[in-house]
């Protein structure tokens, strides 16, 4: 199983960006997918979470600027960020509870990163 994370780069100050994260490999359910962040010196922190349901949360910082969904069918996550400041300069990873048998526990995988820089 992978998760291959996309969509980083610099942006201005109240700039947009949209990351995307798409699993691919031997998977037969994919349960909570999200996604992190981790700044330079800084521990990784939640940033939002969603299930196949389409229910989300939330780290207070990005509520109402940030919007995470996902696409069942492709088992893709986005996330997309609105009114982007300088502290959300950070590596942004992509996470997700993926079985790959029906009897098998889920494991949590991870993205690689994909690099956000918020220039003031």
């Known amino acids: 199983v992978q998760l291959q994370a996309s969509g980083g780069g610099l942006v201005q100050a109240g700039g947009s960006l949209r990351l995307s994260c798409a699993a691919s490999?031997?998977?037969?359910?994919?349960?909570?997918m999200g996604w992190y962040r981790q700044a330079p010196g800084k521990q990784r922190e939640l940033v939002a979470t969603i299930t196949p349901g389409g229910t989300s949360i939330y780290v207070d910082s990005v509520k109402g600027r940030f919007t995470i969904s996902r696409d069942n069918a492709k088992n893709t996550v986005y996330l997309q960020m609105n009114s982007l400041k300088p502290e959300d300069t950070a590596v942004y990873y992509c996470n997700a509870d993926i079985k790959t048998a029906r009897f098998q526990s889920q494991y949590a995988y991870w993205g690689q990163g994909t690099l956000v820089t918020v220039s003031s």
């Open positions: 490999g031997s998977i037969f359910a994919i349960n909570a």
